[in-house]
């Protein structure tokens, strides 16, 4: 009897057929992903191989890194202050920016968009041209830049991908979320103010990942920009953290302070993990529509998520801003005290109570929580759909942020 079986060319075609229709379906899936994808793979290999030869630059030459407070970009231009492509760059308070011709924009030697001089390296560039962005478009904000303090410098990217944005960009130790860094700081590189909340700048960066972000609340007026904490992902992202309370964590003082002293005060950094509060004047000035409570739950370490109406801060004796409190603050409206009411009007230490303590704005004591004094919610369902322990009809947290959106 005869055995039939593929002959090895019969094979190869067959895989090859394969290989062509798979990546068909990715492209006819999902094109503008996969094209995404395949530029932000180019643009993270140019960062390393600029990054591998500043490096070599400083460990072999010493020369010049260029001059702090700049931001060299990859954008070709008439002159240094890159007049053709300004109006659509990014603010960025205390710097500015600095772009090459176009005859200069690849060279080595210093005068390309790179201010340092890689020929002077022994042997010669490690680099025969400075590459520049698949895009390289300021309307697009994509391009490559470079930033010095004299000594260290950083070399950074914007992604265009949403999956490379979160598997390399917010894991690279930059404090960008959406660009690639790289250099012997990954934290020099200024924040762009990008919008004026974090919806505002989700809906114009719709795959940036949750982090840091600079926005300017009334659009280049009186307020300055700052930082603030994005979550692009819950329920639709663009929420923006405007307080933090970590059981077992004292706050600052000032939190104790009358709540008209609160308007003005910013009190820690933004982050999901230490004590933080937002100026109160900002809750109200932030474009929302709603308000959130997201927490970790004590027992099961499991996360919630609870959307509330929209609340705010009104009043007509506030010279300074304009409002002062008149009782709806978010911390009444998004949060309920435990069954237990361990004397709040007189201790200042429980949760916020409405009856008693109205301008009180959520733990407003430096004391550390406790087992007895801790967060609280009556929102008792994780964001998986999974039940959460209830203790006299409430969940004990470990850590409970409010955010706006």
């Known amino acids: 009897m005869s055995k039939k079986s593929f002959t090895l060319i019969e094979v190869l075609i067959t895989v090859s057929i394969i290989a062509v229709l798979s990546a068909t379906v990715v492209m006819y899936l999902n094109p503008v992903e996969f094209l995404s994808q395949g530029r932000d793979a180019q ?12 490096s070599l630059y400083d460990l072999k030459v010493r020369g010049s890194m260029g001059q702090a407070n700049k931001i060299y970009i990859s954008l070709p231009d008439t002159t240094a202050s890159c007049p053709t492509h300004i109006s659509f760059l990014p603010e960025i308070p205390g710097y500015t920016y600095n772009c090459a011709t176009a005859a200069n924009l690849k060279k080595t030697n210093g005068t390309g968009w790179l201010p340092v001089n890689l020929d002077n390296i022994p042997g010669g560039s490690t680099i025969l041209q400075l590459p520049i962005d698949p895009v390289n478009s300021a309307r697009d904000t994509l391009y490559y830049s470079y930033v010095t303090d004299g000594t260290q410098w950083e070399i950074s990217s914007n992604i265009e991908s949403r ?3 979160l598997e390399r960009a917010s894991k690279d130790g930059g404090d960008n979320v959406l660009a690639y860094e790289a250099g012997s700081r990954s934290d020099l590189t200024p924040l762009a103010v990008l919008g004026t909340s974090c919806n505002n700048i989700h809906s114009l960066f719709p795959n940036g990942a949750s982090g840091l972000y600079l926005i300017d609340v009334d659009s280049g007026g009186v307020e300055p920009a700052f930082p603030v904490y994005c979550d692009m992902t819950t329920d ?12 077992g964590q004292p706050v600052d003082t000032r939190w104790a302070l009358p709540f008209t002293s609160q308007l003005d005060q910013t009190i820690g950094v933004p982050s999901l993990d230490s004590p933080y509060r937002l100026a109160m004047k900002y809750w109200y000035m932030i474009p929302n529509t709603s308000w959130s409570k997201m927490a970790i739950t004590t027992a099961e370490g499991k996360a919630t998520f609870n959307k509330s109406a929209t609340f705010s801060l ?3 004796n506030g010279p300074q801003t304009g409002f002062t409190y008149s009782g709806s603050d978010p911390a009444a409206a998004l949060n309920s005290l435990s069954s237990y009411n361990w004397n709040t009007c007189t201790n200042g230490l429980a949760y916020f109570n409405t009856s008693c303590c109205g301008t009180c704005i959520l733990y407003n004591s430096p004391t550390p929580y406790n087992a007895y004094n801790q967060p609280m919610m009556s929102t008792v369902t994780a964001i998986d759909g999974t039940a959460i322990q209830k203790w006299s009809g409430h969940a004990p947290l470990d850590r409970l942020n409010i955010f706006s959106r």
């Open 163 to 165: 999956r490379i944005g």
């Open 43 to 54: 643009r993270i290999a140019d960062i390393e191989r600029l990054n591998t030869a500043v």
């Open 314 to 316: 009104t009043g007509i």
């Open 236 to 247: 639709g992202g663009g929420w923006t953290l405007v307080q933090t309370t970590i059981k």
